[in-house]
Nanobody
C-alpha cells in the first residue's frame, strides 16, 4: 500500500516558479514509477510528467517541456515537480500518482496551483 500527499501548490504570478512535492508512505515506494497529472476547471485530467522508479527515465507533455522538471529522492520517498516560467494555462489541481506496471494504482489528493496575470 502506498499513500501519496502532494504539497507546494499556491498562488504565483505568471513567469514565476513553484516546486511541488509528492511525499509517499510505504517501504516499497522506490519500486514505483510516478506521474504528475493536472486538471483544470471544466477540463479532463491530463498528463504532465513521468519519472521511472530509479529516475533514469523521464518524460513530459509538450505543453510543459522545457519549463517543468520532474525528479525524485528515493531516500526521502519524495518526487518533485519544479515548475518554472508558469503560464496562466498552468492553473489546475496537480496530482501525483504511482504505478508498478501499466496502470496508476495510487493517487494523491491534489494540490491547487493558480497562476495570475
Amino acid at each position: 500500500q502506498v499513500q501519496l500527499v502532494e504539497s507546494g501548490g499556491g498562488l504565483v504570478q505568471a513567469g514565476g516558479s513553484l516546486r511541488l512535492s509528492c511525499a509517499a508512505s510505504g517501504r516499497t515506494f522506490s519500486r514505483y514509477a510516478v506521474g504528475w497529472f493536472r486538471q483544470a476547471p471544466g477540463k479532463e485530467r491530463e498528463f504532465v510528467a513521468f519519472i521511472s522508479w530509479n529516475g533514469g527515465s523521464t518524460s513530459y507533455s509538450d505543453s510543459v517541456k522545457g519549463r517543468f522538471t520532474i525528479s525524485r529522492d528515493n531516500a526521502k520517498n519524495t518526487v518533485y515537480l519544479q515548475m518554472n516560467s508558469l503560464k496562466l494555462e498552468d492553473t489546475a489541481v496537480y496530482y501525483c500518482a504511482a504505478r508498478r506496471r501499466v496502470d496508476y494504482d495510487y493517487w494523491g489528493q491534489g494540490t491547487q496551483v493558480t497562476v495570475s496575470s
